[in-house]
């Protein structure tokens, strides 16, 4: 999945099995992949899990934070993902955008909500976002009592068929951002990761270190 207008790209692509790690071999694939795309600097993430938002900084890998936002051109923001939701955010008018990674940890610390309210922070008015590629509820099956760590605002976000529970985190990110966007802002990835052989998904592929690569950049 690649968008590219005259004021922003961003996408998401299977990658390779190194990805994510704080090696050097990262660092170089990140900056072949910013070539590819024509980025002049980068910044990446080592994904914890948790709701923490950093200003990225160039050519650097911020441990420890889950989400990174900036308001420079040129500026690659990276984050690596399977099955978790990648989170883009960007304003339409102003330079401000956000890379966020939800799993159910982060959805349930609401990191898409942290996102946005750091953009507005900074003087966004018009935010757009865009969720996904990320695991499906009809595959992502939890076990019972998982919402009462999930925390769901969106009641709608936990399905119980039969004995079995399944988690839509597209539902519940969704409903987190629309407190502060309207709904016709927000764009819904039809992909599912475990369904897209395109893509690696961690469910699919019994926890193999493939990961994803996500991304966006202000031109
Ligand atoms: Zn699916």
């Known amino acids: ?27 170089q694939e990140l900056e072949q992949k910013c070539r590819e795309l024509s980025a002049p600097d980068f910044s ?15 050519d650097r890998i911020h441990p420890d934070c889950d989400g990174l936002i900036t308001d420079q051109v040129g500026l690659m923001l990276f984050g690596s993902f ?16 956000g890379l966020a990674h939800a799993g159910w940890k982060g959805t349930a610390g609401r990191i898409a909500q942290n996102l946005v309210k750091q953009l507005i922070d900074l003087g966004a008015t018009d935010l757009h976002a865009m969720i996904g590629p990320g695991i499906c509820r ?10 009462l760590e999930a925390k769901p605002i ?3 976000s936990m399905l119980k068929i039969g004995n079995n529970y399944f988690f839509d ?17 927000i764009e819904i990835s039809p992909i599912c990761t475990y369904e897209d052989g395109n893509y690696y998904s961690y469910r699919r592929d019994q926890k193999t270190r493939g990961r994803n690569l996500g991304y966006i950049m202000l031109k």
Request: charged share 20%; glycine share 4%.
């Open 82 to 97: 399977a099955d978790c939701l990648p989170i883009y955010v960007w304003d339409q008018t102003k330079p401000l955008i």
């Open 138 to 147: 009809q595959h992502y099956q939890v076990s019972a009592g998982f919402d």
């Open 1 to 27: 999945m690649r968008k590219d207008s005259n004021r922003l790209i961003y996408g998401y692509e299977k990658h390779n099995d190194k990805i994510g790690q704080a090696t050097e071999e990262f660092q």
């Open 154 to 156: 969106n009641h709608r």
């Open 169 to 185: 985190l597209y539902a519940e990110n969704q409903a987190q951002l629309k407190v502060y966007l309207k709904p016709d802002a």
């Open 44 to 58: 990446s993430m080592i994904q914890v899990h948790g709701n923490t938002i950093i200003t990225a900084q160039p």
